[in-house]
């Protein structure tokens, strides 16, 4: 039986994805695999309350283990690699933390795709690795060069790794939508960095159709 694995499955992409997958992957098994235990308690619960949570397998993990990242993958051959420190003041003031996660933990998710069953994978990237400015849009610009390098180790194996980016997924743990919605309720100012900035919107739906469409079409390098 088809095995998928979710790294960060517990935030808001991972957990919509997991979700979908569940609902709509004809009987897949889907390892979500958080280093949040609350998080994962909360996915399984969630997933019980649909009905759908007879195929979620939970993995308790760091994607900074390889060893466990290697266990988690066994037998997958998709991937969909979400886990990332995301927010751009936490990794700036913990440039260290964001690197181990974001950089060393992504080159884990190749190493152990390349030595594994895996035959696709996709990282969620942001558009904030364009251009980077912060520590946070530069690893993950490191982490987006990992997997589209990955494709040149893989061509003997029938591997594929490619790279979707999203701007603010609206209503997202961390989105700025959220932040703009509480402002407006209590009457307050929007905080935004410069009125000349230009900020790139998706939904959810979007965003979890656009990784789907992406592991289904990809021939690598994208």
């Not at 019980?48 to 037998?75: N, Q, T």
């Not at 051959?77 to 990332?84: G, I, P």
Request: glycine share 8%; hydrophobic share 40%.
């Amino acid at each position: 039986m088809k095995r998928i694995l979710i790294t960060g499955a517990a935030g808001s992409i991972g957990s919509a994805l997991t979700y979908d997958l569940l609902k709509n992957d004809n009987g897949a098994i889907v390892c979500a695999l958080d280093s949040s235990e609350d998080g994962l308690f909360r996915l399984r619960q969630n997933a019980r309350s649909l009905g759908i949570d007879e195929k979620l397998r939970d993995f308790l993990g760091d994607i900074r283990d390889l060893e466990r990242i290697k266990f988690a993958m066994d037998s997958c051959t998709d991937v969909y690699h979400c886990a990332a420190l995301k927010h751009v003041h936490l990794s700036e003031y913990n440039p260290f933390e964001a690197i181990r996660t974001n950089i060393d933990g992504t080159n884990n998710i190749v190493q152990a795709a390349l030595e594994g069953s895996v035959e696709k994978a996709i990282i969620t990237s942001s558009d904030k690795a364009v251009n980077p400015t912060s520590m946070m849009g530069s690893t993950k610009l490191v982490a987006e060069k990992l997997f589209i390098a990955a494709n040149k180790y893989s061509v003997s194996k029938n591997k594929r790794f490619g790279v979707v980016r999203f701007g603010n997924v609206w209503n997202s743990n961390g989105s700025v939508g959220r932040i703009f919605l509480e402002q407006l309720k209590n009457g307050k100012d929007l905080t935004i960095t410069d009125v000349n900035m230009s900020r790139f919107f998706i939904t959810m739906d979007n965003a979890i159709q656009l990784c789907k469409y992406s592991i289904s079409n990809m021939i690598g390098g994208e």
